[in-house]
Each structure stands twice: as C-alpha cells, then as structure tokens.
C-alpha cells in the first residue's frame, strides 16, 4: 500500500481544477468572441470605421492555454486520468485565439 497518498491526491485535485477553470475561461471567452468577431469582421468593407477597438486582445485565451497546460502538465507528472478536462481547455482556449489572430492579420492587411 501506498504510504504517501496526499502528493497524488492534491495533484489530482489541482489538476482538475486547472482543466476545469481552463474549459470554462475557454467557453466564455469563445462564444464572447465569436459574437464579437460577427460584428467587427463586417466593418472590414466599411474602411474599419470602428477605431482602435477593433481588435480582440490575445491575453485572455493565453491565460486560458497556459491554465489547461499546467492541468495537463500536472496530471501527465504524477500519472492522474484527469488530463482530458486540460486537453479540452486547450482545444477551446483555441478557438478565441484563432478569431483574435485572423482579426489581427485582416487588420494589418490592406
């Protein structure tokens, strides 16, 4: 029998809630954006009218990726089966930061 038990178990708990708090920054921060994204991108024809507040900041799906790493980092070190709760805060956290990057390059691009 396992004579340290409490370095597994708090891994496991952190990890879990490292995934989770990464899914759940990934869903807000997604469907804030994706409905953000649907109104900035139409102004692309109208010369950009909207000013500097056109562009969606990368930081938050940053925070979001680095959230669902540590998760993922943390359950693969100390052998836990919680990593796919990081995994899926990694494939939302994404999403955001793809529509952040393709709002970015249709912005510099003429």
């Given at each position: ?21 990464s ?10 954006w ?6 900035i991108?139409?102004?692309?024809s ?10 969606l900041?990368?930081?938050p ?20 089966p ?8 990694l ?8 529509l ?11």
């Amino acid at each position: 029998m396992r004579t340290e038990r409490l370095v597994p178990k708090t891994a496991w708990f952190v990890s879990l809630l490292l995934g989770q708090a990464s899914v759940l920054l990934g869903l807000m921060v997604a469907l804030g954006w994706a409905f953000a994204f649907v109104l900035i991108v139409p102004q692309k024809s109208a010369g950009w009218a909207a000013g500097p507040h056109s562009l969606l900041p990368i930081e938050p799906p940053l925070i979001g990726l680095a959230l669902g790493a540590a998760g993922l980092w943390l359950a693969h070190r100390f052998r836990q089966p919680v990593a796919r709760f990081s995994v899926a805060g990694l494939i939302i956290n994404t999403v955001p930061l793809i529509l952040a990057i393709v709002l970015l390059v249709l912005r510099v691009a003429p």
